[in-house]
């Protein structure tokens, strides 16, 4: 009954920066994590970040660790990822997730509602 709608990619060179958005509508769940994952061609999804309703509890993947920063607008039903210092091998579909519990997670089968993606190319 959710709906996650991402926006924001594009094409940059390396060292730039991106911001993607991901709107949740429909039906939503109170007080629960979102998170955001990529898929490279010919790879598994991976986890990017997640954060709690609270913004309280964030989890980042180590090759993200102080380039890119998760934040949410719960007003909005709203999560970005401000992403800095973009590295080719950040090239990928990235996708917003949403699941039923407010904890942080790491695995594409904790969530429930995932978004259709959008791309972002990082060219060297």
């Known amino acids: 009954q959710v709906q996650l709608v991402e926006s924001g990619g594009g094409l940059v060179q390396a060292g730039g920066s991106l911001r993607l958005s991901c709107a949740a509508s429909?039906?939503?769940?109170?007080?629960?994590?979102m998170a955001w994952f990529r898929q490279a061609p010919g790879k598994e999804r991976e986890f990017v970040a997640a954060i709690d309703w609270s913004r309280i509890s964030t989890y980042s993947a180590d090759s993200v660790k102080g380039r890119f920063t998760i934040s949410r607008d719960n007003a909005k039903n709203t999560v970005y990822l401000q992403m800095n210092s973009l590295k080719p091998e950040d090239t990928a579909v990235y996708y917003c997730a949403t699941r039923a519990s407010n904890q942080v997670g790491s695995q594409t089968y904790e969530y429930d509602y995932w978004g259709q993606g959008t791309q972002v190319t990082v060219s060297s």
């Open positions: 429909g039906r939503t769940f109170s007080r629960n994590a």
